[in-house]
């Protein structure tokens, strides 16, 4: 069982930088994949980033290369999602979420398992 809580969301301007963490309970943290994602209203829910357990291989989706930067301290049972140049179309409610035990990363949300409550991020235009 894995609890993962995010924090770091608010309301920024556009081009600024915001950096989003996620905490996660469980000793076997270190194990895990684990995946961003983020919802706009009126729209599903996409895939923003993802890193290997080992945190050796990332995925990001295309709107955000360049822009964002998923990384973990598995000391600190913390995933991290830093956002720059953030735009508009950046707004939504992002969670963190975890896959299975060395497996992964996925792009794809039915692969993770564990879910955190999520953290609004909104950007001014």
């Known amino acids: 069982q894995v609890q993962l809580v995010e924090s770091g969301g608010g309301l920024v301007q556009a081009g600024d930088s915001l950096r989003l963490s996620c905490a996660a309970s469980?000793?076997?943290?270190?194990?895990?994949?684990l995946g961003w994602f983020r919802q706009a209203p009126g729209k599903e829910r996409e895939f923003v980033a993802a890193?290997?357990?080992?945190?050796?291989?990332?995925l990001y989706t295309n709107s955000v290369k360049g822009r964002f930067l998923i990384s973990r301290d598995n000391a600190k049972n913390t995933v991290y999602l830093q956002m720059n140049s953030l735009t508009h179309e950046d707004t939504a409610v992002y969670y963190c979420?975890?896959?299975?035990?060395?497996?992964?990363?996925?792009?794809?949300?039915?692969?993770?398992?564990?879910w955190g409550q999520g953290t609004q991020v909104t950007v001014s235009s």
């Open positions: 979420a975890a896959g299975s035990p060395y497996s992964g990363p996925y792009y794809g949300s039915e692969r993770y398992r564990y």
């Open positions: 890193i290997k357990w080992t945190g050796d291989n990332t």
């Open positions: 469980g000793r076997t943290f270190s194990s895990y994949s």
